[in-house]
């Protein structure tokens, strides 16, 4: 009796040993499952699922805003599906509205459930129709309240503060912006219930639409701002990436890199600023016809490539992080712009793009903007309507199935490696 019992006991521990094996597993399974779920970076590229994915996107700033008034939600809806339609697979919107007409956030702390509700329509109609989301959390401009703003409210709370650019010293700022960065962060969609930390539909979190320091040129006061925010950040939420907004100045890290600029610095330094551990990728932006106001086309795009093979080597020999091309575009109020012109040149671009992304190079581009019909006032001059611009839907849905292409032949050359290695491994 006495072995019979010590066999039933060993037995028994072995079981419950397996079911823990077995338990821990399928936890480990369920997260990873998880996790890939979510975009991810690996190297110089972006993956989901464990697959490359390369991709053609497009800007719509201006989507919670409109999607505050219930009438007017249709307008997203269709960008959405048009969108889609050419192979759009990443859009970049505000996730703010400090202060102002529809403010999300009317005073520190303090904001409007209606607008909230309108970015929940926004998350939930882009899972709908397969697009990715990168929400930016603030803005260098005035535009939709940004770092003015909230400066503004810490002078009328009784704070110290001299220009816009306490925004990235001073501690009472700081903390009206870590608390919206928690607020949208933890929010809990109210209509797929999913809080937004957890929803894959969202690719990445920008800290700061397009960040300028006039105080300090060489990018320490920016660089200590990003560290601490980033950090903040990924102290809520490590499921997500995370980029900072930049154009891509250069600063005085590297001051051989400043040729690159278009004669300027802002207070950005793209390399220390992009080498922050928990940034994930870089970004820059690109608008020759504003940079290099009166220079011929051929000048501008000579500038273009040179300001994206610049940019494009430091991500893979530097930072050794994706970079994506986050805004371009060219304005029809541009002294003798054509559709000719703009098409011509977003050809171009895409091209670069294309075979920047064949090397190991920039991964995606967003172009500037996509409106809907009937949003005149939101027009810019670079603005594409897609049902009312065929040709130019041609020209980006071209680009996507480019794009496309290369998550196939990235894939198809990672498992031919891995055959290779598999067979090495068992002759």
């Known amino acids: ?20 094996v077995l338990s821990l597993h399928c936890e480990n399974h369920i997260v990873s499952s998880s996790a890939s779920r979510f975009i991810q970076t690996r190297g110089t590229r972006f993956v989901l699922g464990g697959y490359p994915f390369f991709f053609n996107g497009f800007n719509s700033y201006w989507m919670m805003h409109v999607a505050a008034e219930p009438s007017e939600r249709h307008k997203i809806s269709n960008v959405f599906r048009e969108a889609a339609a050419t192979g759009l697979t990443v859009c970049r ?92 962060l933890t929010r809990i969609n109210t209509i797929s219930r999913v809080a937004y930390k957890d929803d894959p539909t969202i690719m990445a979190w920008e800290l700061i639409n397009e960040p300028r ?60 600023n992009n080498l ?13 016809d504003i940079w290099l106001s009166g220079q011929s086309d051929g000048a501008q795009m000579m500038f273009m490539r040179r300001w994206m093979t610049s940019h494009s080597t430091d991500s893979k020999t530097i930072l050794k992080k994706p970079l994506v091309l986050a805004e371009f575009g060219k304005s029809s109020k541009d002294p003798g712009y054509s559709l000719y012109a703009r098409e011509s040149f977003m050809a171009a671009i895409y091209g ?31 603005e594409i309507v897609l049902s009312q611009n065929p040709s130019t839907g041609r020209i980006i849905s071209q680009q996507s199935r480019q794009m496309t292409s290369l998550d196939h032949m990235s894939s198809n050359r990672t498992n031919s490696q891995s055959n290779k290695l598999r067979n090495s491994k068992e002759q």
Request: hydrophobic content about 35%; overall charge neutral.
């Open 93 to 184: 919107t505000w996730a703010f509205s400090d202060g102002g007409d529809r403010a999300l956030q009317m005073s520190p702390g303090v904001y409007d459930e209606r607008v909230f509700q309108a970015l929940d329509f926004v998350v939930s109609e882009a899972r709908k129709y397969g697009v990715h989301l990168i929400l930016s959390l603030t803005n260098n401009y005035k535009d939709f309240g940004g770092r003015t703003q909230y400066v503004t409210w810490a002078k009328n709370a009784g704070v110290q503060v001299n220009s816009d650019d306490d925004f990235y010293t001073k501690n009472a700022v700081k903390g009206y912006y870590k608390n919206h960065i928690k607020k949208v």
């Open 276 to 288: 922050i551990k928990e940034i994930d990728f870089a970004t820059i932006h690109a608008y020759p």
């Open 352 to 382: 670069d793009i294309y075979r920047f992304a064949r090397r190991g190079g920039i991964a995606g581009g967003l172009v500037w903007q996509i409106l809907a019909e009937g949003m005149q006032p939101y027009a810019d001059g670079y």
């Open 1 to 20: 009796m006495a072995f019979s019992r010590r066999s039933n006991i060993s037995n028994f521990s072995c079981c419950f040993l397996v079911i823990i």
């Open 213 to 272: 320091c006039q105080v300090d040129f060489s990018g320490k006061t920016l660089n200590a701002w990003v560290q601490e925010m980033a950090t903040y950040v990924k102290s809520l939420d490590n499921k997500h990436l995370l980029e900072i907004g930049m154009e891509g100045f250069y600063g005085d890290s590297m001051p051989g890199k400043k040729q690159y600029n278009p004669g300027y610095q802002v207070g950005t330094d793209f390399i220390t």
